[in-house]
């Protein structure tokens, strides 16, 4: 079992940053690729950007590309995305999940931490 909780989230104005974090416990965590989705009320949860388990991988949403840069820290068990030039459309609750590396499916989630950006 893998247990996630984030932190991070906030409300900002256009064009600002916020630096979102998930902290993680249970299964070895450098085992784990690490993910962020994000959802809006109404609409399915997509992908954010996420990270394979030794950092040196990522991928990223085009939406997010060049705003957005996730990072891990294997030896404080911990996942971040930075979040910079902000923009209304992502507003949404931002979600922390995680994978074995082996396995398609995320399968361990957070509780999510809602981020507002105001226009």
């Known amino acids: 079992q893998v247990q996630l909780e984030e932190s991070g989230g906030g409300l900002v104005q256009a064009g600002g940053s916020l630096r979102l974090s998930c902290a993680a416990s249970?299964?070895?965590?450098?085992?784990?690729?690490m993910a962020w989705f994000r959802q809006v009320p109404g609409k399915e949860r997509e992908f954010v950007a996420a990270?394979?388990?030794?950092?040196?991988?990522?991928d990223y949403a085009d939406s997010v590309k060049g705003r957005f840069t996730i990072s891990r820290d294997n030896a404080k068990n911990m996942v971040n995305l930075q979040m910079n030039s902000l923009k209304a459309e992502d507003t949404a609750v931002y979600y922390c999940?995680?994978?074995?590396?082996?396995?398609?499916?995320?399968?361990?989630w957070g509780q999510g931490t809602q981020v507002t950006v105001s226009s």
């Open positions: 990270i394979s388990w030794s950092g040196g991988d990522t």
């Open positions: 249970g299964r070895t965590f450098s085992m784990l690729t």
């Open positions: 999940a995680a994978r074995g590396r082996f396995v398609t499916t995320y399968l361990y």
